[in-house]
C-alpha cells in the first residue's frame, strides 16, 4: 500500500472511555498518515458509560496537541462512513494475539462489504498490551487508581460519574 496517496486514515471505535493505549495508537497513525479522522460510534454489542457526545470531547481534549487529528463521530456501518469521507484506510490497534480474530473478521467483512477498504494493524507500545476501557472503568469503580492508563481528562469525567452513582 502506497500510503503517500492515501488523503486519511480513519481509527473507528467506541473508545469508552479513551484510554492511553488509544492514545498511542492516535499518536503512531498521526505520524504514518497525512491525517487521521478518529471515528467514534456506538457499538451495539456493548452498554456505554459515556455518552457518545462525551467520549468525542474527551477524545478532543486527550488529543489536542496533534494537529492532523480530527474527532468526529458517525452511526451505522463503517464501511457507509468511510464512503461519505472518501476514505477507505482503516486503523485498529492489536494489543495480542486474543485481539487477532476479532480484527481479522472485521477487516475482512469490511473489504467484502467495500474492497476498496485496507486495514492497517498497529501495535501499542507494551506498557498498553494489557490495557481495555473496560478495564479502567472496573478500576476506577472499584476505587483503584487509573494514573498513567487513561487521560487526565478521562480520569477526572470517570471520578465524577462514579461519585454520582455511589
Ligand atoms: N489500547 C487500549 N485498549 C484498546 C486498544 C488500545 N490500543 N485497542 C483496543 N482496545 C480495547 C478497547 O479499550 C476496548 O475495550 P472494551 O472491550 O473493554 O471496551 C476494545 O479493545 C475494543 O474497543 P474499541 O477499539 O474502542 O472498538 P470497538 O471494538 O468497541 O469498536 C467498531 C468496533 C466500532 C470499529 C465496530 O463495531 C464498527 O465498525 N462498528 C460500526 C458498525 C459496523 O460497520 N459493523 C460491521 C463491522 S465489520
Given at each position: 500500500m502506497?500510503?503517500?496517496?492515501?488523503?486519511?486514515?480513519?481509527?473507528?471505535g467506541s473508545f469508552d472511555?479513551?484510554?492511553?493505549?488509544?492514545?498511542?495508537?492516535?499518536?503512531r497513525a498521526s505520524g504514518l498518515f497525512p491525517k487521521i479522522i478518529v471515528a467514534v460510534t456506538e457499538n451495539q454489542n456493548k452498554k456505554h458509560?459515556?455518552?457518545?457526545?462525551?467520549r468525542v470531547s474527551l477524545l478532543k481534549e486527550a488529543s489536542e496537541n496533534l494537529k492532523?487529528?480530527?474527532i468526529v463521530s458517525f452511526s451505522g456501518l463503517l464501511a457507509h462512513f468511510l464512503e461519505?469521507?472518501?476514505?477507505?484506510?482503516?486503523?485498529r490497534g492489536l494489543r495480542a494475539l486474543s485481539d487477532f480474530e476479532y480484527e481479522f473478521q472485521m477487516a475482512l467483512m469490511n473489504r467484502k462489504l467495500n474492497k476498496?477498504?485496507?486495514?492497517?494493524?498497529?501495535?501499542?507500545?507494551?506498557a498498553y498490551a494489557f490495557l481495555s476501557s473496560s478495564m479502567v472503568k472496573e478500576i476506577a469503580s472499584l476505587g483503584g487508581s487509573t494514573s498513567?492508563?487513561?487521560?487526565?481528562?478521562?480520569?477526572k469525567r470517570l471520578k465524577e460519574i462514579l461519585k454520582?452513582?455511589?
Amino acid at each position: 500500500m502506497n500510503t503517500k496517496n492515501t488523503v486519511a486514515a480513519v481509527y473507528p471505535g467506541s473508545f469508552d472511555p479513551p484510554t492511553n493505549g488509544h492514545l498511542d495508537i492516535i499518536t503512531r497513525a498521526s505520524g504514518l498518515f497525512p491525517k487521521i479522522i478518529v471515528a467514534v460510534t456506538e457499538n451495539q454489542n456493548k452498554k456505554h458509560l459515556f455518552s457518545l457526545q462525551e467520549r468525542v470531547s474527551l477524545l478532543k481534549e486527550a488529543s489536542e496537541n496533534l494537529k492532523n487529528v480530527e474527532i468526529v463521530s458517525f452511526s451505522g456501518l463503517l464501511a457507509h462512513f468511510l464512503e461519505r469521507v472518501n476514505s477507505f484506510t482503516v486503523i485498529r490497534g492489536l494489543r495480542a494475539l486474543s485481539d487477532f480474530e476479532y480484527e481479522f473478521q472485521m477487516a475482512l467483512m469490511n473489504r467484502k462489504l467495500n474492497k476498496k477498504i485496507e486495514t492497517v494493524l498497529l501495535m501499542p507500545d507494551q506498557a498498553y498490551a494489557f490495557l481495555s476501557s473496560s478495564m479502567v472503568k472496573e478500576i476506577a469503580s472499584l476505587g483503584g487508581s487509573t494514573s498513567g492508563l487513561a487521560p487526565k481528562c478521562v480520569e477526572k469525567r470517570l471520578k465524577e460519574i462514579l461519585k454520582c452513582t455511589i
